[in-house]
């Protein structure tokens, strides 16, 4: 079955950086749109950053574009989130998803999260 476990997560000082990573499994990797989202205590979604299945296309929210760089290897079935200048603001639980199609229909799968928290 589809699993997605993201890692990486931690306390962290304003300004300071940390690198999640997600791995995947139970479907075919390489054809799939990978998807980094985040949610803050009493705040909505937020989508961070896509990535296309080859690599080639990325886009990222506005209040993270210039810092965050998303990023996969397909040989190893794990996408990556990079996080740079960190703000409070950017506390959250983050967590990787993906639409995969199981024949019949795409169902959404998204992993336990990890935490990120911003000290100050």
């Known amino acids: 079955q589809v699993q997605l476990v993201e890692s990486g997560g931690g306390l962290v000082q304003p300004g300071g950086s940390l690198t999640l990573s997600c791995a995947a499994s139970?479907?075919?990797?390489?054809?799939?749109?990978m998807n980094w989202y985040r949610q803050a205590s009493g705040k909505e979604r937020e989508l961070v950053a896509i990535?296309?299945?080859?690599?080639?296309?990325?886009n990222y929210a506005h209040s993270v574009k210039g810092r965050f760089t998303i990023s996969r290897d397909n040989t190893k079935n794990t996408v990556t989130l990079q996080m740079n200048s960190l703000k409070p603001e950017d506390t959250a639980e983050y967590y990787c998803?993906?639409?995969?199609?199981?024949?019949?229909?795409?169902?959404?799968?998204r992993g336990p999260g990890t935490q990120v928290t911003g000290s100050s």
């Open positions: 998803q993906a639409a995969v199609y199981d024949g019949s229909e795409y169902g959404i799968y």
């Open positions: 139970g479907f075919t990797f390489s054809r799939y749109q």
């Open positions: 990535i296309s299945h080859a690599g080639s296309t990325t």
